[in-house]
């Protein structure tokens, strides 16, 4: 019996495509993004960009 059992205790990690504007590039940059909550109820997409690899965020809005 190998059983081996991988948990992959993320469950709730969506990676999405979004498009946000990175400060170090001075350009769009289209970006792997999860969804995330922010403190004051709205919603955004946070990543790295692929270019410099500076944080970028896309606020999505408010959830509707
Ligand atoms: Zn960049």
Do not use: F, K
């Given at each position: 019996m190998t059983a081996a059992s991988k948990v992959v205790?993320?469950?709730?990690?969506?990676v999405a495509k979004y498009e946000a504007y990175c400060v170090k590039c001075r350009a769009k940059r289209e970006f792997e993004g999860t969804e995330v909550t922010l403190k004051n109820g709205r919603k955004a997409a946070q990543g790295i960009?692929?270019?410099?690899?500076t944080k970028v965020m896309r606020i999505l809005g408010k959830a509707s």
């Open positions: 205790g993320e469950g709730r990690a969506s960009c692929p270019v410099c690899g």
